[in-house]
């Protein structure tokens, strides 16, 4: 970024915070900015949007020039997430639902975000797993764009609540899936009158 960048970034700095020891160490992207250009995006958001795995300062400053950092003025974290054009379409005819898909577009945001998305495919962090499991069970661009949205929705609430991102890893992730997947089969074996028994170990 050239030094008018940094001019810019300063005027619309809010507060005078510091920003802290990166959160990963994976060298100086290429086309990183050559100015401290963390702490000035600290001081526009209130919050460090690089602490969730994917978004770095580069990918952050993207979307916050498409979407301006005054976040408030979208509804919520789904109408910000659906500006970009991140959210399923919601075809319907007759109460059946024709399509589900995600409208194309050329916004810069919706770009930086499933390039961020796609960025996590070997991260060991939360969303990591979550982009994994996604792949798993979905062609790569869904899972990409649904990536890319989660990632849009956490960086809403981030601004918006002016909370700290604190990432409960892949381990925290995936025991907490589980938990959600042994739920749901306990609800689904109970209205059909059965129960769930765990199996003994080693069986």
Request: glycine share 8%; proline share 4%.
């Amino acid at each position: 970024m050239p030094l008018w960048w940094e001019k810019m970034l300063q005027g619309l700095a809010r507060n005078d915070l510091e920003a802290g020891k990166p959160k990963r160490n994976h060298g100086k992207p290429r086309n990183a900015p050559q100015f401290d250009a963390r702490t000035l995006l600290l001081q526009m958001c209130g919050v460090d949007l690089t602490r969730i795995d994917g978004i770095d300062v580069t990918t952050a400053f993207k979307v916050l020039a498409e979407t301006g950092a005054d976040l408030p003025r979208f509804k919520d974290a789904k109408h910000f997430a659906s500006w970009p054009g991140l959210c399923p379409g919601t075809k319907i005819s007759g109460g059946k639902v024709l399509s589900a898909r995600t409208s194309r577009n050329a916004n810069r945001a919706a770009q930086a975000l499933k390039m961020a998305a796609v960025s996590l495919r070997s991260s060991k962090s939360a969303p990591g797993a979550y982009y994994r499991r996604l792949c798993a069970r979905m062609d790569k661009g869904k899972a990409v764009t649904a990536c890319a949205h989660k990632l849009a929705r956490l960086i809403y609430t981030m601004i918006t609540k002016g909370e700290a991102y604190v990432d409960q890893g892949q381990a925290q992730y995936e025991e907490k899936y589980r938990e959600r997947a042994i739920k749901n089969l306990t609800k689904r074996a109970e209205q059909f009158g059965f129960q769930l028994i765990p199996a003994a170990d080693g069986v």
